[in-house]
């Protein structure tokens, strides 16, 4: 039984690791960027033109959104390429120098504290079969690990759509008010709790303070947006 479960076991940490990695930098830039656009155009537009504000806004997510996907994109495409590029280069190397690709993996079972005599038979077993003996050396000479095919387009699609859903966060108050400045405050109190859960929960998984974090990612949404605003007010005037 414990056979067939190991057999079926597949991990998934690294999966999730690079979904979550995709969402905290859609997110993070979907909440900033609008709401200090917004933030901006709030200390510029006179209310009858306040349609300007989501206007602009909507498009300034949809752009934000290709532009951080097919960024997104380009970083998993580049890393696919990269991996299959070192995996050719290591199929050459052990057609070529076998003898010094078995000293390499001589040496790092070496590095383990195994005996001559283990180092040698561990040696001709990995050796043995050429894919085995590749993937071995991907994975422990240059400490790559085969990336998922798909990884380009499900960042890009992760990316995205987190930079979308974040995007409309400090937006969405604009739509019900007939007031920049009322929609500035009533999104500057949303995505200012946004950004502090966001930063909470980011640091937490990434092994930082997590009140330091989240109180570091809402001051610098906040000074983003202020900046923006005084901006626009300074150019009004």
């Not at 306040?50 to 206007?55: D, G, Q």
């Not at 195994?114 to 000479?141: C, G, I």
């Not at 759509?161 to 007031?179: A, E, M, Q, R």
Request: charged share 20%.
């Amino acid at each position: 039984m414990n056979s067939s479960l190991q057999a079926g076991h597949t991990e998934e940490h690294m999966r999730g690791s690079e979904i979550l990695t995709d969402i905290v930098i859609g997110m993070s830039d979907g909440l900033t960027v609008p709401f200090a656009l917004a933030a901006g155009l709030s200390g510029a537009v006179s209310q009858e033109h306040l349609n300007l504000i989501w206007i602009a806004g909507l498009a300034e997510i949809a752009a934000g959104s290709i532009a951080m996907g097919l960024g997104g994109y380009l970083a998993g495409k580049t890393e696919v390429d990269h991996y299959n590029s070192e995996l050719r280069r290591e199929y050459d190397e052990i057609r070529q120098v076998p003898d010094q690709e078995r000293q390499e993996v001589k040496a790092f079972f070496s590095g383990l504290g195994l005996s001559e005599e283990v180092q040698e038979k561990a040696v001709a077993e990995m050796t043995r079969d050429k894919d085995v003996w590749v993937d071995f050396m991907m994975k422990y000479e240059l400490g790559l690990d085969k990336p998922d095919p798909q990884r380009a387009r499900k960042s890009a699609f992760n990316i995205g759509i987190s930079y979308v859903v974040g995007g409309l966060i400090p937006l969405s108050p604009y739509f019900f008010v007939h007031d920049g400045l009322t929609g500035l405050k009533i999104s500057a109190v949303i995505t200012l709790i946004c950004l502090f859960v966001f930063g909470y929960f980011k640091s937490r998984i990434t092994g930082v303070n997590p009140l330091a974090g989240a109180i570091r990612v809402m001051v610098i949404g906040a000074l983003a947006a202020g900046c923006a605003f005084a901006v626009a007010r300074l150019i009004q005037h």
